[in-house]
């Protein structure tokens, strides 16, 4: 069986979705790498940088950079930490929250569109496709990674490959 022609759309419709991304992207004031961080912020309140980083696995330096835009976009606020006065805490604005909601509603539209035509049993049957070839690829070092540690990791394997 020849599985060129279903991969290379696979690669079509993912390059494209990147690119439409990043249309949507652009539009929103938030640089790549952000909404991710400020959804962690989001759904822990009160986190730290480090903890953040950690989490997203970035570096410190990085994270550092991305909170020091959202705090001067107005999306993130830091407090000192009441128990330990070393550790600021993280916590996402009202301007945070409304940025996030409307980045979640462009990309729902975004995927409104990608997927129109398909009907509930057809978007499932792509879901299951992509879970099984998933799990025939991963092995252990990647089968529990969250979509961010996977792209992580990406691109990690990316720029070893350039050194």
């Known amino acids: 069986m020849n599985y060129w022609e279903a991969v290379g759309a696979m690669h079509r419709l993912e390059l494209l979705r990147r690119i439409q991304a990043r249309s949507v992207m652009g539009d929103s004031g938030l640089h790549p790498g952000q909404p991710r961080l ?58 945070g929250v409304a940025q996030m909601e409307e980045h979640k509603r462009q990309f ?37 990674l969250t979509i961010w540690k996977l792209a992580q990791k990406a691109h990690e394997n990316e720029e070893g490959k350039d050194a």
């Open 38 to 95: 400020l959804q962690f912020i989001w759904d822990h309140p009160g986190c730290t940088q480090k903890e953040a980083a950690d989490e997203l696995d970035v570096t410190p330096a990085s994270a550092a950079a991305s909170l020091k835009r959202l705090e001067k976009a107005g999306f993130v606020f830091r407090q000192p930490d009441e128990k330990d006065t070393r550790r600021n805490q993280l916590f996402i604005t009202d301007m």
């Open 108 to 144: 729902a539209l975004l995927d409104e569109k990608m997927f129109r035509g398909m009907d509930e049993a057809e978007v499932e049957a792509f879901r299951r496709a992509c879970e099984k070839m998933f799990d025939n690829l991963a092995d252990e070092s990647c089968r529990h």
